[in-house]
């Protein structure tokens, strides 16, 4: 069984940073690429990020390009998501997964953004 354990959230203003981590554990031998994602309030989860764990190809929704940074350690086995500029419209609980969501969704990471 695979474990995702989201950190790193929190409140920052307008243009602020932000570091999401994402550690991984468990039978992860299956694992191809982690991504991440995010929900705000009344909204559908959406696609931020997602990083192919072998090659590290990243991809990103245009929202994010050139705010966002998605990496892995594979080492550690965590995927990290370097936000930068965040905007209000960031504001969302942001979790990770394979691209495909093939793990159980744990209870993510809330990032606030203030005007």
């Known amino acids: 069984q695979v474990q995702l354990i989201e950190s790193g959230g929190g409140l920052v203003q307008a243009g602020g940073s932000l570091r999401l981590s994402c550690a991984v554990s468990g039978r992860t031998f299956n694992t191809y690429a982690m991504g991440w994602f995010r929900q705000a309030p009344g909204m559908e989860r959406e696609f931020v990020a997602s990083?192919?764990?072998?090659?590290?190809?990243?991809y990103y929704t245009d929202s994010v390009k050139g705010r966002f940074t998605i990496s892995r350690d594979k080492d550690k086995n965590t995927v990290y998501l370097q936000m930068n500029d965040l905007k209000p419209e960031d504001t969302a609980v942001y979790y990770c997964?394979?691209?495909?969501?093939?793990?159980?969704w744990r209870q993510g990471t809330q990032v606030t953004v203030s005007s």
């Open positions: 990083i192919s764990w072998n090659s590290g190809r990243t």
């Open positions: 997964n394979t691209p495909s969501g093939d793990y159980s």
